[in-house]
């Protein structure tokens, strides 16, 4: 079975930092483009990065740029997010998502594969 498995969420403070962790099961992530999303109850899910399946190319929202880095670790099969200086703004849940050419975008139908999501929650 083909699976993403995000983990690495929790309650952070402001300015805090935190790593999440997108891993694969049943299939290789090296040949699949990968993408963050986040999703706030009552909101639409909203891109957040993504990056190419060598690595070589990244992208982010205006809203986390100079904040987050995206990374990804073939021989892991797995794909980060670092999350540094969180804002409360921040809080959602978080979802990774492959998909099998690096569009740069963030159109849900372009993503074959989705994990169940991790909660990410910045409070004081």
């Known amino acids: 079975q083909l699976q993403l498995v995000e983990s690495g969420g929790g309650l952070v403070q402001p300015g805090g930092s935190l790593r999440l962790s997108c891993a694969a099961s049943?299939?290789?992530?090296?040949?699949?483009?990968i993408a963050w999303f986040r999703q706030v109850p009552g909101k639409e899910r909203e891109g957040v990065s993504c990056?190419?399946?060598?690595?070589?190319?990244?992208n982010y929202v205006d809203s986390v740029k100079g904040r987050f880095t995206i990374s990804r670790d073939n021989a892991k099969n797995t794909v980060y997010l670092q999350m540094n200086s969180l804002k409360p703004e921040d809080t959602a849940v978080y979802y990774c998502?492959?998909?099998?050419?690096?569009?740069?975008?963030?159109?849900?139908?372009?993503?074959?594969?989705w994990g169940q999501g991790t909660q990410v929650t910045v409070s004081s």
């Open positions: 049943g299939f290789t992530l090296d040949s699949y483009a």
């Open positions: 998502a492959a998909s099998e050419s690096y569009k740069g975008t963030y159109y849900y139908i372009d993503y074959d594969y």
């Open positions: 990056i190419s399946s060598s690595g070589g190319i990244t």
